[in-house]
């Protein structure tokens, strides 16, 4: 198994354009997660999914949309990228209530 | 509300020397407890979990962790730290809305000395 992986691994975006970071688990979990991590915090909540066609809205979700057409991908869009939006994005997934969550290596963005 | 605290944001131990990383906890029923692991430029990878049961928990790399209920406290400790063991750990609450999201403590940086 590759468990969970992300692309890209590194973007430099303008402030105003779009992109959406790449999640996938080969592991056929239900659950999956997508974080941001920012300079001395823990990570962040922004949306999370319970299964294919199932996603909500975690603590921080503003300026960003999820999407979950199948179990394996869970795609985050950035539409309008702005300069508070620069960060390292951890996508997670997890078989189901009883069970730690698996990371991915993240994606480290940032917004000029 | 649910929160995690680690106190310490900065660690420095001497290589052979033991450890213990402090992590404190606020939550209304019984938690479900983690460490993560973080070394530079890689995500997180899982020490240890408490989900029930015995209340000292091994986990990874010689690493072990005690729940204490009465002090909502889960403190990571290792008896011999390595220079290999210099990274930023991680304690996290799961929480029982959002999915089961973590929720995750500041974190503390870990440095060896040789």
């Known amino acids: 198994n590759a468990g969970v992986t992300q692309t890209p691994k590194f973007r430099i975006l303008k402030i105003g354009q779009s992109m959406t970071l790449q999640c996938a688990q080969d592991?056929?979990?239900?659950?999956m997660y997508w974080y941001r991590q920012d300079p001395g915090m823990g990570l962040k909540l922004i949306y999370y999914?319970?299964?294919?066609?199932?996603?909500d809205k975690g603590e921080v979700p503003n300026g960003y949309n999820v999407s979950r057409s199948t179990t394996e991908d869970f795609p985050l869009r950035l539409e309008l990228a702005a300069p508070s939006q620069t960060s390292v994005y951890f996508c997670?997934?997890?078989?189901?209530?009883?069970?730690?969550?698996?990371f991915g290596p993240g994606t480290r963005l940032t917004v000029t | 509300a649910q929160s995690v605290t680690q106190p310490d944001i900065h660690i420095t131990v001497s290589e052979g020397a033991s450890l213990e990383l402090r992590c404190n906890y606020s939550?209304?029923?019984?938690?479900?407890l983690f460490w993560y692991v973080q070394s530079p430029g890689q995500g997180l990878q899982l020490l240890l979990k408490?989900?029930?049961?015995?209340?000292l928990v091994q986990g990874i790399k010689g690493f072990e962790a005690e729940f204490k209920r009465s002090q909502s406290s889960f403190n990571l400790r290792k008896p011999s730290v390595h220079w290999s063991d210099a990274a930023e750990y991680f304690c996290?609450?799961?929480?029982?809305?959002?999915?089961?999201?973590?929720?995750f403590g500041q974190g503390t940086e870990l440095s060896v000395k040789p």
């Open positions: 999914s319970v299964g294919a066609g199932i996603t």
């Open positions: 939550y209304g029923a019984t938690p479900y």
């Open positions: 592991m056929n979990h239900n659950y």
């Open positions: 408490y989900f029930s049961g015995d209340t």
């Open positions: 997670a997934s997890r078989k189901g209530q009883l069970n730690e969550q698996y």
């Open positions: 996290a609450v799961g929480a029982n809305n959002q999915g089961g999201k973590l929720i």
